[in-house]
């Protein structure tokens, strides 16, 4: 079914649901929906033990060793990121935050919010930041106590370089946070090389688990020092450790099925070969998608060496005819949910790499975007292919 891409016989997932070209919540298997079928008590051995095993790998796909602990955090993404920042940083701390994106802004609002001092090196969605404009800050404002940076902006897709982020961080002497939330798993991070105290990503993204469950991978000796820092009760990530060092127990309600889901989504990266069997995947998938819709006549807006394998930007066709919301309607019958663009530098729309998808599945969404365009009369974008 799913290298199908006409009208009458719709693209799906395993389940025949449409497949999901977006940043997340995306796709996943049957196996890893199947896993939700059972119920488990909060407080089961066997539940604890799945959660346990959960968050050991996961300090171990950040190649962290047992200095690093994983924080889990009930909640969507930004529930991780909010409670890495408003545990991190103290009342009388300011952080650094590079932004390039709306999830660099979200992170300076929930500082704002917070009453954390911020100081803000911002780029265009499509510029990394200007290292040497960051290591000019970082030496002419002492008071700074931590940097943050997006790992890939999910914003445009765009990659920003956290290793040489990293660096600055730590020749400066400041703590380091990232959201790696749309990165993790698939591209490679390295806690320890990259002088890290805390990445946040979340269950839904590159792991391909469904979502619920959020986490912060710790540098242990930096979460210790953060106690009476937190803003709010749930968001504390030092209580949440310390509570589940204790007892091996979350303080409120786990979503137990989520956490059980997300350990099968586990065990299925690892069978595909971890960080490099996954970002290999998508790294392809990319590779098709851009090939495909160049030749169809689209224009990327991230030059190659920026574009993360995660999601990919293009212009907005400025072809009169070419009208974005049937556009959007038209692929979802095909059985392709694509994502409208959120830039401010462009007028443009998003189709993602990642999720339980491969070269089969992007083939059949570039087959149904060229049908699409045939539909709406866009002959002049496709003839440049021929
Ligand atoms: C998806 C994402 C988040 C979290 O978003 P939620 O909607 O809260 O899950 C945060 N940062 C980045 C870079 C993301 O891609």
Avoid at 272 to 288: D, H, K, L, W
């Amino acid at each position: 079914m799913t290298a199908s891409s006409t009208a009458s016989s719709p693209a799906a997932s395993e389940t025949g649901d449409p497949l999901l070209l977006t940043p997340g919540p995306l796709t996943t298997s049957r196996t890893v929906k199947a896993a939700m079928v059972h119920d488990w008590g909060s407080r089961d051995a066997n539940f604890i033990a799945i959660n346990r095993s959960v968050l050991t790998r996961l300090v171990r796909i950040a190649n962290g060793s047992d200095d690093w602990a994983t924080v889990p955090m009930q909640g969507s993404g930004t529930f991780a990121v909010e409670a890495m920042l408003t545990t991190f940083v103290p009342a009388d701390g300011e952080v650094l935050v590079l932004i390039n994106g709306a999830y660099g802004k979200r992170a300076k609002r929930i500082l704002d919010i917070a009453g954390r001092r911020t100081v803000v090196h911002e780029t265009a969605e499509d510029t990394p930041p200007d290292l040497a404009a960051v290591e000019a800050l970082l030496a002419s404002n002492p008071s700074i106590t931590h940097v943050f940076t997006v790992h890939c902006e999910t914003t445009s897709g765009i990659l920003n370089p956290i290793a040489q982020i990293g660096a600055l961080a730590a020749r400066y002497g400041k703590g380091y946070l990232v959201d790696s939330m749309s990165a993790f798993g698939a591209l490679p991070i390295d806690v320890q090389a990259m002088h890290i105290d805390a990445v946040a990503a979340s269950s839904n993204k590159c792991i391909e688990g469904v979502p619920g469950l959020g986490f912060v991978i710790c540098r242990v000796e930096a979460l210790k020092r953060t106690q009476g820092n937190a803003t709010t009760l749930v968001l504390d990530l030092h209580d949440q450790w310390l509570n589940m060092e204790k007892t091996s127990q979350y303080r409120f309600t786990p979503p137990t099925h989520v956490i059980v889901a997300f350990h099968q989504a586990l065990d299925e990266f690892d069978a595909e070969g971890g960080v490099a069997g996954r970002g290999g995947r998508y790294r392809n998938n990319c590779r098709i998608l851009l090939d495909g819709m160049r030749a169809l006549g689209f224009r990327p807006l991230l030059a190659d060496a920026l574009q993360a394998p995660i999601i990919v930007t293009f212009h907005m066709p400025e072809d009169p005819l070419f009208v974005f919301a049937q556009f959007y309607e038209s692929l979802k019958a095909r059985g392709f949910v694509i994502y409208p663009g959120k830039l401010t530098v462009a007028d443009s729309f998003r189709i993602g790499c990642i999720g339980r998808i491969g070269e089969k599945e992007m083939r059949a969404a570039l087959a149904a975007i060229g049908e699409v365009l045939e539909e709406m009369g866009m002959v002049g974008q496709i003839e440049k292919t021929a």
